[in-house]
T-cell receptor
Framework: KAGVTQTPRYLIKTRGQQVTLSCSPI?????VSWYQQTPGQGLQFLFE???????NKGNFPGRFSGRQFSNSRSEMNVSTLELGDSALYLC?????????????FGPGTRLTVT | DQQVKQNSPSLSVQEGRISILNCDYT??????FLWYKKYPAEGPTFLIS?????DKNEDGRFTVFLNKSAKHLSLHIVPSQPGDSAVYFC????????????FGTGTRLTIIP
């Protein structure tokens, strides 16, 4: 079974621009969660989508948004990029809120904002 | 408010010895806990989990212990191997309702050959 894939793997953007990241979950997984990882901050939860609906949301500004398509693929968008948005963005898929709760992560997209 | 805490940012252990990684949580509603391992340039991979109805779960060299009264869990790796060098994250979730996983900040484990 193919794992979680994320594209692109690396991205360099300029302050003020916007960016869209893509995530394809494991086949059969209906939940996709997004995380931001920065040094010393661990994995900060952005949001979770389940069956095309945002089910949970973390404490990030409205510049961070996402969506999920009918095939469970998900996109994350960050508008008006700031230097502090430089991070590794991880997506994870799971069956969706039932045991087992294990999430399966993609390799991440490394975003650098200059 | 960091509900899941890993107070040791790093840990070094001799190969063959036991590695003990610790995690504390503050939310008493958490009832399911997981450990993930992360190598550089890769996403975290699931390692082992435990439900709050248990106090121990074993899987090969990995054992997770849960002390609910202390709101503390630990991951034991015996014996430690060089390939265990990675960042370890603990995570917790409330199993009822559509809740999200809450992760700790991670502990970097280095196994010394």
């Amino acid at each position: 079974k193919a794992g979680v894939t994320q594209t692109p793997r690396y991205l360099i953007k300029t302050r003020g621009q916007q960016v869209t990241l893509s995530c394809s979950p494991i086949s059969g997984h209906r939940s996709v969660s997004w995380y931001q990882q920065t040094p010393g901050q661990g994995l900060q939860f952005l949001f979770e989508y389940f069956s095309e609906t945002q089910r949970n949301k973390g404490n990030f500004p409205g510049r961070f948004s996402g969506r999920q398509f009918s095939n469970s693929r998900s996109e994350m968008n960050v508008s008006t990029l700031e230097l502090g948005d430089s991070a590794l963005y991880l997506c994870a898929s799971s069956l969706g809120g039932r045991v087992p709760y294990e999430q399966y992560f993609g390799p991440g997209t490394r975003l650098t904002v200059t | 408010d960091q509900q899941v805490k890993q107070n040791s940012p790093s840990l070094s252990v001799q190969e063959g010895r036991i590695s003990i990684l610790n995690c504390d949580y503050t939310n008493s509603m958490f009832d399911y806990f997981l450990w993930y391992k992360k190598y550089p340039a890769e996403g975290p991979t699931f390692l082992i989990s435990i439900s709050s109805i248990k106090d121990k779960n074993e899987d090969g060299r990995f054992t997770v212990f849960l002390n609910k009264s202390a709101k503390h869990l630990s991951l034991h790796i015996v014996p430690s191997q060089p390939g265990d060098s990675a960042v370890y994250f603990c995570a917790a979730i409330k199993s009822f309702g559509n809740e999200k996983l809450t992760f700790g900040t991670g502990t970097r484990l280095t196994i010394i050959p």
